[in-house]
Nanobody, 121 residues
Framework: QVQVVESGGGLVQAGGSLTLSCAAS????????MGWYRQAPGGKQRELVA????????TYADSVKGRFTIFRANAKNTVYLQMNSLKPEDTAVYYC??????????????WGQGTQVTVSS
């Protein structure tokens, strides 16, 4: 099992910055990737924001490229999302996602509880 804890959300004005953090604990040795997804209000689907693999490869949604940066601490089970030039449309609940993979068992995934990010215009 893996426990996922996020922090760092809040209220910020448009153009401002926030940094989200996510720490995974428990059976973390087989983590393949960690990332951030978000779900905007109004029943919108959860969407990918950014991911980083155990090898350091990153993926970003087109809407955040050039504004958001995902990176890891020295411990590979902690990731951060630096969000700059925030826009009102970035308002959402942000969820940390953890994927593990082993050749024998395949993959499984875990989610954090979510942290609210609100960007005022």
């Amino acid at each position: 099992q893996v426990q996922v804890v996020e922090s760092g959300g809040g209220l910020v004005q448009a153009g401002g910055s926030l940094t989200l953090s996510c720490a995974a604990s428990g059976s973390v040795s087989t983590i393949n990737s960690m990332g951030w997804y978000r779900q905007a209000p109004g029943g919108k689907q959860r969407e990918l924001v950014a991911t980083i693999t155990s090898g350091g490869s990153t993926t970003y949604a087109d809407s955040v490229k050039g504004r958001f940066t995902i990176f890891r601490a020295n411990a590979k089970n902690t990731v951060y999302l630096q969000m700059n030039s925030l826009k009102p449309e970035d308002t959402a609940v942000y969820y940390c996602h953890v994927e593990r993979w082993t050749r024998v068992l395949g993959s499984d995934e875990y989610w954090g509880q979510g942290t609210q990010v609100t960007v005022s215009s």
